[in-house]
């Protein structure tokens, strides 16, 4: 008889144990730690009394509008080798999706193979990055080296200094709040103290830096470096976090020119950044002189994988900001019923009556929306309009239906990296 259950803090070093023999390497011992610092984080199947297969999921809220939703993240699935094959790791994947539902996630992520993840209801979702080439850039008979070009902007008033946890940590909450709360999938902080002791001694590594205008915070970046590339959208430096005052663009692009600095005289051939694809990201970086390339990954063996856990719950979270999309719209009078029905046989009833928006548990509506869950998800983020992807259906005129439609679900501004 098998057991799916929460990790205790006693079980880090089996935790560990499996994930070291399934993918090797040197990350065992970080997983213990992780483990005893969150056991409620992993969860365990044991057979026979033995943990044999392990997954991690760390919950996180990330924003639509102004509503919140629930996303599980699922990462380190193993299986020890010698058990590998024999139906544990798809027993856990079933356990997964039915835990995050009790634990009241509306969507899932995860990474990993199509072939295997797909069976679990998982499907392909888009991944987005920049790429920062660091490499010799030719313009007439002029050839600039990286460290030539990665300068900071011509008559540039601000000053870049490592990062200091004490000193930065209030204008690093304003800024990453200005940036992100009205930002599609952005995740939620909780934000506490500054730090103090030893958490609050200024960064030594030379790549989590803050840009210092007229001693106001206008924008810090946090990067870090692997061994080497990993992946196409990890590579040896990576940039993870960041954020600038609007009113200080050139804040941004001398921060990721520095970072870009470092990554050259360390002998990497590019960078990744976790940056939101924004014009006014962009158009600092162009003002910087920094090269970039706007990446988005689409399906392939391996892939970033989403899943609509409870389509049901997913439309209640969002209801309110829907109904004040509605409300400021042209179409705000309208009255109706539309079922969004997913292919994988979820569906709900949005309905609008007398300038308020309710969700309902049914199959049918006067108008109805066939999606696949990536269609759904890329919906409610913001990463595509509805007229773009998607037609309402019925038997009557559907024309204000779908003007609803195109109003409940626009294109938005949306973060990166949290989402895939």
């Excluded at 409610?380 to 773009?388: I, K, Q, W, Y």
Aim: aromatic share 8%.
């Amino acid at each position: 008889m098998n057991c799916v259950r929460t990790a205790v803090s006693a079980d880090a070093e089996a935790v560990a144990t499996v994930t070291q023999e399934a993918f090797g390497g040197s990350h065992g011992e970080w997983v213990a730690q992780a483990c005893r610092a969150t056991p409620g984080e992993w969860r365990v199947l044991e057979h026979a009394g033995r943990i044999v297969s392990i997954c991690r999921v760390q919950i996180h809220g990330i924003r639509v509008g102004r509503c919140e939703i629930n996303k599980g993240d699922v990462g380190h699935v193993s299986t020890l080798p010698e058990f590998q094959g024999r139906g544990f790791g798809s027993e856990l994947m079933r356990d997964t999706v039915a835990y995050l539902k009790e634990a009241h996630c509306q969507i899932g992520r995860l990474g990993g193979l199509i072939a295997f993840y797909s069976r679990f209801g998982w499907v392909p979702f888009p991944r987005r990055y920049y790429e920062f080439p660091l490499e010799a850039v030719r313009g007439g008979v002029q050839t600039l080296q990286p460290d030539e070009y990665l300068q900071p902007p011509k008559g540039f008033r601000g000053r870049i200094v490592p990062y200091d946890p004490a000193r930065h940590h209030d204008g690093r909450v304003r800024l990453h709040e200005a940036l992100n709360r009205t930002r599609s999938g952005s995740i939620v902080i909780a934000w506490g103290p500054a730090p103090s002791g030893g958490k609050a001694d200024p960064d030594t590594t030379g790549l989590r830096l803050a840009c210092e205008i007229e001693g106001e915070v206008a924008g810090y970046v946090f990067a870090f470096e692997r061994p080497a590339d990993h992946t196409a959208f990890e590579a040896q430096v990576e940039i993870g976090e960041t954020a600038f005052d609007y009113e200080h663009p050139e804040a941004l692009g001398a921060l990721i020119a520095q970072v870009l600095r470092v990554a050259h005289e360390r002998g990497a051939k590019r960078a990744t950044g976790r940056l939101p694809f924004d014009e006014r990201v962009e158009s600092a970086l162009r003002a910087a002189g920094v090269p970039y390339h706007l990446v988005e990954i689409h399906t392939a063996p391996a892939s970033n994988m989403i899943r609509i856990v409870d389509l049901l719950a997913l439309l209640k979270r969002i209801a309110p900001e829907l109904e004040a999309r509605l409300a400021a719209s042209a179409v705000a009078e309208w009255r109706g019923q539309i079922a969004f029905c997913l292919d994988d046989g979820q569906s709900a009833v949005v309905e609008a009556r007398g300038g308020s928006m309710s969700v309902w548990d049914c199959t049918s509506g006067e108008f109805r929306v066939d999606l696949d869950q990536a269609t759904m998800l890329k919906l409610v983020l913001g990463l595509r309009s509805f007229g773009e992807c998607a037609v309402v259906k019925g038997d009557g005129d559907g024309r204000f239906a779908a003007d609803a439609c195109n109003v409940l679900f626009p294109r938005q501004a949306a973060a990166c990296g949290v989402w895939g």
